[in-house]
C-alpha cells in the first residue's frame, strides 16, 4: 500500500547520517588507536591524519542527524515515532529543543555530539596523548550511536533510531487506511511536567557534564598503555576540574528545578535518579584531591586512577539505572523498560569501556610508583587522602541504598524504599558534613609533608572563635526547630552546621591571610567556601522549613469525618482550601483566592491569583501585601501538573502550589437539603462550618418578614458560624396557607449555602434544611512552605562554580583576558538562572 | 603511604560501609493479604484503584482526606485513607504501589505512586492506545 502525503526522505537521510557516523566511529577509534600504537612518527602521522578527519566526518554526521531529528519534530511529522511521541502541535517553539531530550535517543545523540565537541578540544590540546585518549573517546562513540543504530541484526534490532516510522512501530486500526496520517490529529507531546525552561537548559548542561567525564578515563589510558606513571595527572587536571563544574552546576540545576517548577517540595529528594548523577560527581571530587595530593608530593596516584576509572563506572551505571526502567517504582523520574535488547546494550557499554581499563589499571598495580614512606599526620596530604576517603565512602553508600532495585532483580527479593527515605541518607550524611565542614575548613592551612603546631593553631584561632560565635547567635536567635527526627539529630544538624560556618569562614581567612587576596591562586578555597556554604543553606532552609498551609496549625479547619480507625491522626495536613473570594489564615499570612485565569498562550492552563497580606497584629498596618500565581495544567486525561509561584525574599522564599483544582460542575445544582431535626439552642455542623438555631418565632414582624397575628408561620432565628471565623444571621421561615406549606428559604450566598425551615418534628424540634450548592463553589486547595535562606544554596552553588573556573582556569593556563572573561560570563549566568529567572 | 596501611583504611571503609547499610530500615513490596498479616509494618503495597466502590474525596469538607478501595490480582481488597490531597490522575492508573502501614481493615497510607498512562508513554502498548482513538 502506499500511503498518502508521508516525508519519508527526511527520515532516510537522518538514519543515512546515523549510519554514516557509527561507521565513522569505528574507523576513528581504530585510525587512533594505530597512530598511538605505531613506532614510525611518519606512520603515526597518517593515521593521525585519517583518523582525525573521520572525527570530523563524524561530528558532522551526528550534527545534521540533529538537525533532522529537530526537522521531522519542529515540522509535526507524525509519520515518525519519534515526533510523535515527543512533540505536538500545541508545544510553544522553544520546548522543541526539550522534547527532542525528553526521549531515549535524543539524549544519547545529545551526549555523542557533546562527545565530539570535547574530543575536537582535546584534538587541539592533548598533544602527544591525543591518539590515546581518542581512542577511548571513539569507543565510547561507538557504543552510544550503536544505540541509536535502530537495524537489524539476526532478528534482533540493535538499537533504536529516531527516524522510525509510526505505522511500523505501532499496531492500531487506522494504518490500514492509506491516509492515516489525516487522522492522527496531534502528537503526544512534551510531558507537561517537563514545559519549564529548565528542560531546555538542565539535560544539555548535565550530559556535557557525564560526557566530559570519558576524558580522564583517556588520559588515565593512554599512561597505562605508554606506562608513563604520573605524568597524566598535570594536563587532566583542567578536565576534572571541568567535569566537576559542569556536573556539580547540572546537578544543582536539577535541584533548583525540582524546587521551582515541580511540586516535590524542595531541591532534593535523594531520588535514586538524583542519587544516580550525584554519586559521579562524589568520586570525581575525590579523585580530584588524590591528583592534587600526587601533584604536590607524588602520594596517591593509585587511588586518583581508581577514582577516575570508577567516576566514569558509575556515570555510566547511573544511566544503566535510569535508562533500563529497573527503577521502576522507586523513583517519580525514571524511564520505563526500554526493551531487552536496549538493556542488554547498555550493559555491555557500561563493561566495554571500565572492564578493559580497570583490567589494565590492576595488572599495572603494583609497577605504578607509590612513596612507601609513612606520612606525617600533620601533613596536609593525610587529611586530604582522609576527606577523599570519606567522600568516596558516602558515594558508595548511596549508591549502595540506591540499588535497591537492582538487588530485587538479582536476588528476588522484595525489599522497598525504607519508610523515611530522605531520613536514610540524611542521618549518614550529616555526619559525612561534619567531617567535610571541618576538614576543608582547617586542613587549608596545614603544609604538605609536615606542619608545626603552633603554626596550625595560631592561624585557625580566628575562624574557630567566630565561627562559635556564629554558632552561638544561630543557637540564640534564629533556632533550628528540626525536632521531629529526636534531639540526636538535631545536635548533628547543629555540629554539621557549625562545620560548615567554620570552614566558610576559615576559607575566607586563608584567601585573606594566607594567600594575601591572590585570586588567581585561590581557587580551591574558593571551591570549599561555597560548597559548605551551600551545605550550610540545606542545613538551614531544611531544618527550619515551614509548612505553613498546614491546618493543624492554622486551626482553620477541623475535620468533621471521623477517622474510621477511631484513633487521632498525627499526619499533618498540609493542604488547606480556599475558597473564590473568601480571605483564609496561612501562617503570618491572610491569603484570598481571587480569580482564575487561563494561559494566553497554552491551553488548559490557570494561573490562580492569590493575594497574600500580612498585617501586624497589634496595629493593623500592612507589613506584606503581595500576589502569588501558581499555575495547574489540566490535560486531556484529566491529569492536572501544578507550577509553584514563588515569593522570593533575601532571607527567605514563600513557595505556594496548588495540589487540587475544582472541577467545574456543568451540571445543574443537583444538591438537596439535607434536614436536621434541632431543639432551641442547639447546633449542627455541615461542611462549611456550623449553624446554631438561637429561638423560633411566631408571625414575626420585622424587617424581614411581616405577618400578621392571624397567619400561621413560624420563623427561625439562625446564626451560622463559617470557619473562617465569621458568622451571618439567616432566618427562613414557614408559611401555612390553604393548606400548603410555603417555604421561605433563606441563602447566605458568600457561603453558597441555603437554609430551609422544613417543619416541625416531635418532641419540641424543628426540622431545619441545610444545602450547600456546589455549583457556585470555586475552590482550591493549597499547599505553601517557607524555605528561609534558601539563597545560601544558590549562592554557595555558584560561588563553588566560580572555583573551579579559578583553578580549571590557572590548571589551563588561560590567558588573563580570557579567565576574567569566562568568570564573569559563567557567574553572571549562573546568578541570573538561580538567583533572578524565575523571580 | 605504604599499600599495607592503604588496604587497612579501604577495609575499615568497607566495613563502615557494611555496618551502614546494615543501619537502613528496608521495608518490603507486599501484595494486600500480605500486607494485612503484617499489621503495623511500614510496607509497600502494590494493587488497583477499586472502581466500582466510591473514592470519597470533597476538598471543601476536608482537603487532607482521601478514602477510596483497593484490590489486587489475588482477591485482596481494603479500605485505604491517604491524608492528603486527591492525585488528579488516580482515576486513570493502571497500578498503584501504596506506601503505608495496614491499621485493622483499613490502610493507612502515607504516600503514593501511580502508574499512569500518560506518564508512561514509552510504553509501546500505552502508545497504541493513543492511536487507536483515532
Known sequence: MTYENEHLLPGQIG???????????????????????????????????????????????????????????????????????????????KYLLACIWEGQEGSFLLWSIWHCVLGSIVIFTAKKREAAVMTVVNVAQFFLILMLLGIYFSGTRIGSNPFMLTRNELAGPIFSQSNYLD???????????LRNYWMVIHPPVLFLGFASTIIPVGFAYSSLRSKDWGSWIKPVLPWVLFSGLVLGTGIMMGGKWAYESLSFGGYWAWDPVENASLVPWIILVAGLHCMAIYKSTGNALRAAYLFTILTYLFVLYSTFLTRTGILGDTSVHSFTEAGMAMNVLIG???????????????????KIPSLEKEE?????????????????????????????????KIFGSNLADPQDREFTYNKVLVLVAIIIGLLTGAIQYFKYKKTGKKYILSKLGWPLGISIFLITLIALFYPIEYFKKGYGFLAAIYLALFATIFSVVANAFYIKTVLKGNLKASGAAIAHLGFTMMIAGMLISSGNKEVISDNSKTGVFIPFD????????????????????????????????????????????????LHFVNKDSATGKVLENFILSPDSYRMKDNNLSSNPDTRHYLSHDVFTYVSTISVPNKDADTASFKIHELSVGDSVFFDKGYIVLNGIQKNPNNERYQFQPTDTALAADITLYSKEGTSYKANPALKIQNHQIDFLNDTIITQNVYLQFAGIAQGNKFKIGIKESKKLTDFITLKAYVFPYINLVWAGLIIMAAGFLVSLLQRAKAAKWMAILSICFVILALTYLFLFANA | MKTSSILILIGIAAAIGALLMYSVDFSTYDTIATAKEKQGKYVHMIAKLDKSKPIQYDAIKDPNYLSFYAVDSLGGSTQVIYRNTKPAELEQSERVVLKGKMEGNVFECDNILLKCPSKYKDDKKELEKTVTQY
Open chain 1, 376 to 408: 606525617n599526620i600533620s601533613s596536609r596530604e593525610f587529611w586530604m587522602f582522609i576527606g577523599a576517603l570519606i567522600l568516596f565512602l558516602s558515594a558508595i553508600f548511596i549508591i549502595s541504598v540506591t540499588s535497591l532495585p537492582v538487588y530485587n
Open chain 1, 183 to 193: 487522522l492522527i490529529k496531534d502528537g503526544v507531546g512534551l510531558n507537561v511536567l
Open chain 1, 15 to 93: 538514519h543515512f547520517f546515523v549510519l554514516l557516523a557509527f561507521v565513522a566511529s569505528i574507523i576513528s577509534a581504530i585510525s587512533f588507536f594505530k597512530a598511538s600504537a605505531v613506532k614510525s612518527d611518519i606512520e603515526k602521522k597518517k593515521w593521525l591524519h585519517l583518523a582525525r578527519s573521520i572525527f570530523v566526518i563524524e561530528f558532522l554526521s551526528l550534527l545534521t542527524v540533529f538537525a533532522f531529528v529537530y526537522f521531522i519534530c519542529s515540522q509535526h511529522y507524525f509519520e515518525y515515532l519519534y515526533s510523535y511521541k515527543h512533540s505536538s502541535k500545541e508545544l510553544e517553539p
Open chain 1, 562 to 609: 471521623k477517622d474510621p480507625t477511631g484513633r487521632s491522626t498525627e499526619n499533618p495536613m498540609e493542604n488547606l482550601t480556599l475558597i473564590k473570594g473568601i480571605p483564609t489564615p496561612l501562617g503570618k499570612y491572610t491569603v484570598t483566592y481571587l480569580k482564575d485565569s487561563a494561559s494566553p498562550k497554552e491551553n488548559n492552563r490557570t494561573f490562580y491569583s
Open chain 1, 348 to 366: 555491555i557499554y557500561v563493561l566495554g569501556i571500565t572492564v578493559p581499563v580497570l583490567f589494565m589499571f590492576f595488572k599495572n598495580y603494583s
